[in-house]
């Protein structure tokens, strides 16, 4: 994994069997749906991250709080030292968006297992119905840093600028407008459908391979250039919800070094369901509101 820009966040199946029990690490099953794979059968020691309950506000339509986040990570027994490895149902989407949501908390030692859930069960490596405890710690972060997250406003401005770059990694159909969400999400989906203005559509499943690993460097790097998407621009990610483009937004920022890289988690939910904003469909066309 050194063809990598920044190897040093991810991990190996082999890597992580071999630290299960070191007290320096914390491992993190982040499930959209904890009832389908957690409490099945997860990593032995790892503990459970609800997407719903614990990385979003249960009030705002927000990612958690600088409060939530201490909360969270003082209840698993972390500190600011503590290497966390995440991984999780659905390749990782949501694994990738906590390791985005941490970094924008501060944390230092946040890891992907490489190839997620999936390869270590495909491996027939040991996995457990029994839940961890850990002893409480007081941990506390620094303020949030913006840079690596875009709101509307942030899109607005880019449209059409030179030297930014918008990355839809929805599926195609999403992008084409022929429907606004996945059909098992169709509760989060939006008055319009298509896509922002502009942006390029990589579904970010291009990004791994069939074992849910991701692909090498020169490949990653000749799927983006393939659509103007390069290091010298200022990138933006976005999905539905902003799960799948946290993903995009790792690949991206870790795996290609690209210095400039934020994900709008408001994404097609905000953009497709707001007043007057512009939207394009498939032949490229601007949609008057």
């Not at 499930?31 to 705002?60: F, M, Q």
């Not at 986040?69 to 972390?78: D, Q």
């Not at 999936?118 to 941990?139: C, H, L, M, N, Q």
């Not at 069939?210 to 998407?229: I, N």
């Amino acid at each position: 994994m050194t063809e990598y820009a920044h190897p040093e966040v991810l991990v190996t199946t082999e890597w992580l069997a071999g630290h299960l029990t070191d007290p320096q690490v914390r491992v993190l099953e982040v499930d959209y749906d904890p009832s389908a794979s957690y409490e099945l059968g997860h990593i032995p020691g790892s503990t459970l991250v609800d997407w719903k309950r614990d990385i979003n506000d249960p009030v705002r339509r927000d990612i958690l709080s600088k409060e939530q986040f201490e909360h969270l990570l003082s209840r698993i027994g972390a500190t600011p030292d503590t290497t966390l490895v995440l991984y999780g149902d659905f390749r990782n989407w949501f694994a990738a968006f906590a390791f985005w949501t941490f970094r924008i908390y501060g944390h230092a030692d946040i890891r992907l297992l490489n190839g997620g859930r999936r390869k270590w069960i495909d491996e027939g490596r040991e996995v457990t119905e029994e839940t961890p405890s850990f002893t409480a710690t007081s941990y506390r972060a620094p303020d949030a840093d913006t840079s690596i997250r875009s709101f509307r406003g942030d899109v607005e401005k880019a449209l059409g600028v030179e030297g930014r770059a918008l990355v839809d990694v929805r599926s195609p159909a999403e992008f084409k407008g022929e429907i606004s969400a996945p059909p098992e999400y169709s509760n989060e989906g939006a008055q319009r459908a298509g896509h922002i203005p502009g942006a390029a559509n990589i579904p970010w499943a291009q990004a791994i391979q069939d074992d849910d690993t991701f692909k090498p460097a020169d490949a990653l790097r000749e799927l983006y250039a393939a659509q103007g998407v390069t290091a010298d621009k200022s990138v933006i990610t976005y999905c539905r919800i902003g799960e799948r483009s946290s993903h995009t937004w790792f690949v991206l920022s870790y795996l290609l070094g690209f210095p400039t890289v934020s994900n709008y988690d408001g994404s097609w939910s905000e953009w497709g369901n707001s007043v007057g904003l512009p939207i394009e469909k498939e032949a490229r066309e601007a949609v008057a509101v």
